[in-house]
T-cell receptor, first 113, second 115 residues
Framework: GESVGLHLPTLSVQEGDNSIINCAYS??????FIWYKQESGKGPQFIID?????DKRQGQRVTVLLNKTVKHLSLQIAATQPGDSAVYFC????????????FGSGTRLQVQP | GAGVSQSPSNKVTEKGKDVELRCDPI?????LYWYRQSLGQGLEFLIY????????KSGLPSDRFSAERTGGSVSTLTIQRTQQEDSAVYLC?????????????FGEGSRLTVL
């Protein structure tokens, strides 16, 4: 069925290293993808988005890559910091007239000092 | 404040009771969403309001759940005859417009515990 999912439930990295969080989607009709960060006890926070007509988009210390051939999305965080520790969700929005995001189950990023 | 405000932050209730959860979106945001997040899980869509259009209720899990949005601003999510499986964090989010549907601004949620 249609789904947005993640490869790794927990990712542990050393401070200063780069982090890569992966996400797979199964609906080829998906045309818009978003990454959210959720810190403990808080609501998710928008990080970066990408449309299906793009392969790569960069923000501040973050890069999102989209591979439509294998329906794969990734979030790269450069020089990971302790403040990056959180759960990261990918989400998709299909332009079917319903503007509700479908979220994946999340990956927990743990940054070791 | 400037963000999405939800109340109560925590609610403990007995099975069978009704509960109301409130959301104050960011001023000027036309879109409002309710999601549910069970422990360690992703976000489950419940309902979506956009301006004066009919709400998208396709995510409501049963007829015990309902929501309204008055005056295009404040929204209330009502759960009638609560069950233990309703225990979760209920998150409200608003968005500036339908055209920016991916950029949701979330509140901190209302944690509901049904005993």
């Amino acid at each position: 069925g249609e789904s947005v999912g993640l490869h790794l439930p927990t990712l542990s990295v050393q401070e200063g290293d780069n982090s890569i969080i992966n996400c797979a989607y199964s609906n080829s009709a998906s045309d818009y993808f978003i990454w959210y960060k959720q810190e403990s006890g808080k609501g998710p926070q928008f990080i970066i988005d990408i449309r299906s007509n793009m392969d790569k988009r960069q923000g501040q210390r973050v890069t999102v890559l989209l591979n439509k051939t294998v329906k794969h999305l990734s979030l790269q965080i450069a020089a990971t910091q302790p403040g990056d520790s959180a759960v990261y969700f990918c989400a998709e929005n299909r332009d079917t007239g319903r503007r509700a995001l479908t979220f994946g189950s999340g990956t927990r990023l743990q940054v070791q000092p | 404040g400037a963000g999405v405000s939800q109340s109560p932050s925590n609610k403990v209730t007995e099975k069978g009771k009704d509960v109301e959860l409130r959301c104050d979106p960011i001023s000027g945001h036309t879109a409002l969403y309710w999601y549910r997040q069970s422990l360690g899980q992703g976000l489950e869509f419940l309902i979506y309001f956009q301006g004066n259009s009919a709400p998208d209720k396709s995510g409501l899990p049963s007829d015990r759940f309902s929501a309204e949005r008055t005056g295009g601003s404040v929204s209330t999510l009502t759960i009638q005859r609560t069950q233990q499986e309703d225990s979760a964090v209920y998150l409200c989010a608003s968005s500036p417009s339908a055209q920016r549907a991916g950029e949701l601004f979330f509140g901190e949620g209302s944690r509901l515990t049904v005993l």
